[in-house]
């Protein structure tokens, strides 16, 4: 399998090398040449096995001869052995035809192991097999940092420094990172929002000799790895729920839009989807381009659901480029505007396209809470803020006749104070988590500005290299 920039002026390069490089040279995101196609009788032959081995078949497409698939086989069962539910990822029936997929068994407690946990264990077998070492930027409004330092903690071959916005996650998701006292990973809290972080992480990646320096790599979903080890729990929910011999429906609280992404990749491969819901706070970007082609970037708001507080979502450019018939001129053209003006210039057709797929559905705090009290009131389940978002949207825009499911994205624990606002309990960490209010955190604060940035990131690779 090969991958091309979404803006064409990169080199192509295979599984690995997309890998490592994270974001393509030409600031585009890579994307694979050709999508995979499934028949129905593919689709079938993976109903009813372990998550790990489903995981390592529906991927083993995007990694091609790039590694052995009974080591990727491996890497995946090792993934997922230490998930805290027996299925990985459980669907729980709320409604009729409604579903939570919960996704949060993970180390971390947030979607985000379900790639990480793979991703740590690729770089390792690759960068082994290389001999080589790299430095992960990255950055994070709330889970993307935990589940990404949870997974390249002391490991030989990655330093890890990961930018969060200065007090704009949640309490339990800033000493998730903050406490890993490892000699590799470095946290530090930037005076900004996560757009300002990401623009950072960006920044760092357009400076190509500091690129090359660092050998910097990527962790967050600009890695196109990230997004591939993604789509599994969308393959498994449908079978579950009789694809492909019957549509299904996804509702996914959305923020940088690499989860929306990977099930519309299922889709691609011959998923039977017949809908895609984008659950959205206030920063609602997405709702709005959705309804009326107003892709126009407002200031990002702090919000109950701190992980969605995002206004510039990257995986939008590789959705944009499949809209605009994968041409990389025209897709490149547009994210210049973009980044230019803060208005996204999509041509109606493809904006058409996109809106018959996509649902949008934006709520604000109040509603949030509010569909977090009605949920536990009815059915005894507490959904994290995240998590209620995608729930309202399902319920929201159902689509008729078909099951829909709600990616629950993240454990209530992470957000105690929210939950505690809607009814009334504080969920528990987990036992392993339980002193984590008594754990030492280390991180650097700095301004929203490179040449710091880069000199900490810097720091953090000499000193390991001494
Ligand atoms: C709990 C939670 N829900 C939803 C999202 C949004 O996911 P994405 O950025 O892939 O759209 C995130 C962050 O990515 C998250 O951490
Ligand atoms: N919501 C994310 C933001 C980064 O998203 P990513 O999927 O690109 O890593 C977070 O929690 O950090």
Redesign the pocket.
């Known amino acids: 399998m090969r991958y091309v920039s979404t803006r064409g002026q990169a080199p192509v390069r295979d599984f690995s090398g997309v890998l490592l490089a994270g974001l393509a040279e030409d600031g585009g995101l890579y994307v694979p040449e050709t999508w995979p196609s499934l028949s129905h009788t593919d689709w079938r032959a993976l109903r009813g096995l372990p998550y790990p081995e489903l995981a390592a078949r529906v991927i083993q497409p995007f990694v091609g001869t790039s590694i052995p698939f009974a080591t990727l086989q491996r890497l995946c069962r090792e993934s997922y052995a230490g998930f805290g539910h027996p299925a990985t990822v459980p669907l729980v029936q709320l409604d009729h035809d409604l579903f939570a997929c919960e996704l949060f068994h993970g180390p971390t407690l947030a979607f ?1 192991d379900m790639a990480m946990q793979l991703l740590g264990r690729l770089f390792d077998h690759v960068l082994t097999a290389q001999d080589r070492r790299v430095t992960i930027v990255g ?7 935990s589940a990404a330092i949870e997974a390249c903690a002391n490991r030989d071959r990655v330093d890890i420094v990961i930018l969060h916005p200065q007090g704009r996650t949640s309490e339990v998701q800033r000493r998730q990172m903050t406490t890993v006292l490892a000699p590799n990973v470095a946290n530090v809290a930037v005076d900004g929002t ?1 757009d300002d972080c990401q623009d950072l992480v960006k920044a760092m990646f357009a400076d190509a000799p500091f690129r090359a320096e660092l050998h910097l790599s990527a962790v ?3 890695n196109w790895a ?1 997004v591939a080890a993604q789509i599994p729990y969308y393959v498994a929910a449908a079978l579950a729920l009789g694809a492909p011999d019957r549509d299904v429906a996804f509702s996914v609280p959305t ?2 839009f ?1 989860n929306v992404l990977a099930a519309w990749a299922a889709r691609r491969m011959g998923l039977p989807i017949a809908r895609l819901v984008v659950g959205s706070n206030r920063n609602d970007i997405l709702t709005r381009f959705l309804a009326s082609n107003d892709m126009s970037v407002r200031g990002v708001e702090p919000s109950l659901s701190p ?2 507080d ?1 206004q510039v979502s ?1 995986n939008f450019e590789r959705l944009l480029f499949e809209l605009l018939d994968r041409d990389p001129a025209a897709t490149a053209a547009a994210m210049a505007e973009f980044r230019a003006r803060g208005q996204m210039p999509v041509p109606v057709p493809a904006w058409q396209r996109a809106a018959k797929l996509f649902h949008g559905f934006a709520l604000d705090d109040e509603g949030t809470l509010a569909e977090i009290r009605r949920l536990h009131a009815a059915t005894g389940y507490l959904a994290d803020p995240h998590s209620a978002i995608g729930i309202a949207a399902a319920r929201a825009l159902p689509c008729p006749g078909v099951p829909i499911v709600a990616m629950a994205t993240a454990h209530p624990a992470k957000f105690p104070d929210a939950m505690e606002r809607a009814t009334g309990c504080r969920p528990p960490l987990p036992s392993r988590l339980a002193d984590l209010y008594e754990r030492v955190e280390r991180y650097h604060r700095a301004p929203n500005d490179l040449a710091a940035i880069e000199a900490l990131v810097r720091a953090t690779a000499l000193r390991n290299a001494a």
């Open positions: 985000k950055a994070t409004s709330g889970d993307t940092g996560f967050n979903s600009i990230r923020g940088n690499g992980s969605m995002i990257s």
